[in-house]
């Protein structure tokens, strides 16, 4: 392919100058592509301290030439893209020649390459986008570029990027998804020194999503069978609906080959699925769509990551047509997991999966002494009402902080025995309550929701979670930016009674859940948390959260589970009146709705 040439200038300025190098995930995104571009069968990606300190990718592909390897440094400087019809037209990963110019401008870059038929290669320095050194190499065919102190010439953008730990989990993330997109071509990722995965060239889309840890969904894969319309195509693969998830982060598509994030197709999806699954969930799903480039403009985006399609709708009907197959069973998909033999998820989730509450457990009165030290005991349910003695005198506010607070004291001590009876369920989602005044209605996921958001703030702030151990701890392959997340909350899960830890690279080990929670699946429950959190922490630092904000998030999921049974009711109004504020869940919503006598009246005409 090589044979590198300068734009003319009217194409070069057709392709909008943008920001490529962002993190260290965008140099591997664009480093991985060009060796994908150059056709190489087997890759090589490491990186160093979350890819700030090293990058490397070496390939096997067809390398290039001592001068094109020179130009290639160049701005605007592509063996892919010729004239105008070109960005029509595009059928390699990359095409701006944009990328090798901007990442060696912002680190300590080396280019290692040499030509199948060529007898020595060429390497060339390049420190802060000054060239230092073109020499002659001995290296095999193919290319290694080497990308070491990213943004050290840049300090104000250095500043912004977050923890080492959290641009690792960016760049295992970018790893994987051209893993995911490429299954013909060998992947090695070493990171920090050690391989993280190395997964074997394939022809099955399936065996590559299962080396690469979708194993524990992998039994249930549904093959979305390819269906083809004019100009465009889609194959494919969803999860079962119980490895669904509130995020829509297992979901992966890829745009003739290119990862890619799309509203259209996510909808699409989304509406394919609905009623087949619980409201706001989203299954698993790995998309390939083939598109004729004239009918998508990959260009509107400087990393490509967004598209743009021509023909929204009749992407929109190809979808519908070849997932909602598979959602009502028509299709001829349906593919089992005994074509995979060897990697046979199921076995595993048999011997490891059983449901927590079949066994006995011993109470974790041991995790009670690593507690404590690191909760924050500081805030007492219903925390922001209290004031505590002798705070400095903030005249105004705290008057009236008292008063609240005496008010609900006076209410919560007289309210210890609930002033309603139960007497009924409606529709499964709320209990019908009778009081002295007349008729209550009481959501029962938001009555679960306030009694374990205080029953784990009290375990937490005296450290003393109670916990129930599983006999067979549970394993859990992890996408790298869940596992983050988890990673940074281990103190919060532990305090709140779950014990997590790594197993592994990608892969935590759940030790055991907290009682209050006991009767789940671990593994759906474990998910729906980091989804919640999850949804806080982006875009947000990467501190771990408050006690207090954990405890509600994982109230907020536990109190998800189950539909409400009438011979619960009595147990959770006692509950519910004994918790600091009754009336309302910890995000501020109402748990039950009265209605006064009189207002029945007068709605009657009496
Ligand atoms: P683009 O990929 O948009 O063309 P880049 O700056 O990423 O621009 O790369 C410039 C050129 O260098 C590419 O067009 C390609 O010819 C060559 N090149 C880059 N990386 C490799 C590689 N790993 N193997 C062979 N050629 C490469
Ligand atoms: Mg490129």
């Known amino acids: 392919m090589p044979d590198v040439r300068v734009m003319p200038d009217a194409l070069a300025s057709q392709v909008a100058a943008g920001e490529v190098v962002e993190r260290p995930a965008s140099v591997i995104k664009e480093l991985v592509e ?144 051209h893993a995911l997109s490429s299954p013909g071509t060998r992947f090695i990722y070493r990171k920090d020194g050690r391989v993280s995965f190395d997964v074997p060239a394939t022809d099955d889309r399936r065996v590559r999503i299962a080396d690469l840890g979708g194993r524990q969904n992998l039994g249930n894969l549904r093959e979305v069978s390819r269906l083809e319309y004019p ?144 909760v924050d005991r500081t805030h007492p349910a219903g925390g922001e009402i209290h004031v505590r003695e002798g705070e400095p005198d903030l005249a105004g506010p705290r008057t009236w902080k008292v008063e609240v607070q005496s008010e609900l004291t006076a209410e919560g001590s007289s309210s210890k025995e609930p002033p309603f009876r139960v007497m009924g369920v409606l529709h499964g989602s709320y209990f019908i309550l009778e009081g002295s005044d007349g008729l209550a209605l009481l959501e029962g996921e938001a009555a679960r929701e306030r009694i374990l958001f205080e029953t784990f703030l009290t375990m937490m702030g005296k450290g003393a979670a109670e916990s129930q151990g599983m006999l067979v701890p549970l394993l859990l392959d992890l996408e790298s930016r869940d596992l983050d997340v988890v990673l940074r909350n281990v103190d919060n899960f532990r305090a709140a009674g779950m014990e997590l830890e790594p197993f592994g690279s990608g892969t935590v080990q759940l030790r055991c859940i907290p009682s209050a929670l006991g009767e789940e699946d671990a593994r759906a429950l474990l998910l729906d948390v980091v989804d919640e959190l999850v949804h806080s922490a982006e875009g947000k630092s990467s501190r771990e959260l408050t006690s207090e904000k954990f405890a509600a998030k994982l109230a907020k999921v536990g109190a998800k589970r189950g539909r409400c049974r009438e011979n619960e009711g009595k147990a959770l109004l006692k509950q519910l009146f004994e918790c600091d504020q009754p009336y309302i869940t910890p995000g501020g919503r109402p748990i039950m709705v009265e209605f006064a006598l009189s207002e029945l009246e007068r709605k009657f005409g009496k």
């Open 231 to 374: 100009g465009m195509a889609v194959s494919g693969y969803l999860g079962s609906p119980d490895a669904a998830r509130k995020s829509r982060r297992g979901q992966y598509l890829f745009l003739n080959g290119r990862p890619v994030e799309d509203q259209v197709v996510w909808r699409a999806l989304a509406e394919a699925c609905r009623g087949s699954l619980p409201g706001d969930h989203h299954p698993a799903a790995w998309l390939w769509l083939e598109m004729d480039p004239l009918l998508v403009d990959v260009n509107v985006h400087p990393s490509k990551r967004e598209v743009r399609f021509h023909r929204p709708g009749d992407l929109r009907a190809l979808l519908l047509e070849a997932i909602g197959g598979v959602i009502t069973g028509k299709a001829s998909g349906g593919t089992s997991s005994s074509s995979l033999s060897g990697a046979d998820p199921s076995s595993r989730k048999g011997a490891i999966g059983k449901k927590v509450s079949e066994y006995t457990y011993p109470r974790g009165e041991e995790l009670g002494d690593e507690l404590g030290e690191n």
């Open 34 to 177: 060009n060796s994908l571009d150059a056709g190489s069968s087997e890759l090589r990606v490491e990186s160093q301290r979350g890819g700030v300190a090293l990058i490397k990718v070496t390939d096997d592909g067809c390398g290039m030439g001592r001068d094109d390897a020179v130009l290639s440094l160049e701005r605007h400087a592509t063996s892919k893209l010729r004239e105008k019809e070109g960005l029509n037209a595009i059928t390699t990963l990359g095409f701006r020649g944009e990328a090798l110019p901007s990442i060696a401008s912002v680190s300590r870059f080396r280019l290692i390459t040499r030509t199948k038929d060529s007898v020595s290669g060429t390497a060339i320095m390049v420190e802060g986008g000054k060239l230092k050194e073109v020499s002659e190499a001995g290296c095999p065919p193919g290319t290694t570029v080497e990308v070491r102190d990213l943004f050290y010439n840049i300090p104000a953008r250095r500043k912004f990027l977050r923890s080492e730990s959290t641009e690792a989990a960016h760049v295992d993330y970018q790893v994987r998804l």
